[in-house]
């Protein structure tokens, strides 16, 4: 059997109040704004074609963050999904884009439904500061004349060995 990348990063994290948890402490800063009863599953795969072949992505784990409006009606509010890193990835910025883009396109094909923020968080767990690009520009290479035409794109990159004692408080769950 082939052990899965992750596997046990993924699994901790697939617990709602876990994830939950996470969310709170990076994008919170600690506040239970985020219940695990308001959090459900999301689609973490999805698929491309280059090269002229279909290829498959995978994210770490995803959930959708929904509030109750009463009568038992769900509202999505975000799509959060966690990268679990333990090596640098200098093309880490093109595949956040690749994983938000492709959430964002199935949002298009819900009609007449609203639409919601795609949040990621990488969560680096090296023991040496991330090295490595943290946005769309640090990866490419082009003239200045383009800078005013391409968007640039900033991942957020939690350095788990860095975390402050404040930063450590944040969190709840195990």
Known sequence: MRKRKDYVEKKLESYEDVFADIINAFVFQGKGVITPDSLTDATTVSMYKADGKLHEQERDVAKYWNAETGEQIRVRIAYFGIENQTAYDRD???????????????????????????????????EKRWQENRCLYDVLRFPEALVPFVSDYRINICEIAYLTEEEVQRFHSD
Do not use: C, N, S, W
Request: aromatic letters at 14%; glycine letters at 12%; proline letters at 6%.
């Open 92 to 126: 880490m910025p093109l595949r956040v884009i690749g994983y938000d883009g492709a959430t964002y396109r199935a949002e298009t094909l819900k009609d007449g439904k609203d639409r919601y923020p795609v949040i990621t968080l990488v969560l680096y767990f090296g």
